[in-house]
């Protein structure tokens, strides 16, 4: 166990994730497995895509918590909620907070990491078992974080090509995320990282 007081900095997004197995393989994945860098780093290594919110020190972690949050209010909403089981919410809110969790590969590096949606996917499946999360569980967080980049899915700078969403939670992942990165939207936190209501 590394020392990142999950419980306190992440009790915000902890609770809204209702399977209380659910909760726990997402604190093992925040504490044990994520690198270092995610809970520090800026969320855009140019600072040209992102809010201000976003940016400086720890800024790819708050954009990870708005992303989930933002899919949350749009989960409440019974036109689009209604549409997933509560437990299927859980996973879809728990690839939100994880989406970006290899953005700069496993050691950092200096910018982004194009194929970060796919590098993500894998490091799930091959991880699910540590975590103690159905495979079936897993399979599911990966399509849905390797498609989130929507159709942003090609890079002059490298030739991978990322798929792109095809089932409602594929898209719910890639609206969210898209939504957490407009400048227009600006949530607030607190001196500690915690979204503020």
Known sequence: MNNR???NRFSDCLSLIKNDHLKEVLKIILDD???NYWFTIDASSTGKYH???AAGEGGLMRHSKAAMFIGNEILNNPLFGDNFSSYQKDLLLMSLLIHDGLKYNFEKEKYTNFAHPILMSK????????WDLSYDDAEYMSKVIASHMGPWNTSKYDKTIL???ETKEEYFVHLCDYLASRKIINIQFDDNSMISN
């Open 163 to 165: 798929p792109v969403p």
């Open 5 to 7: 007081d999950i419980e």
């Open 33 to 35: 497995y994520l690198p």
């Open 51 to 53: 809010p201000k919110y």
């Open 123 to 130: 490091f799930i499946m091959d991880n699910h078992e540590l």
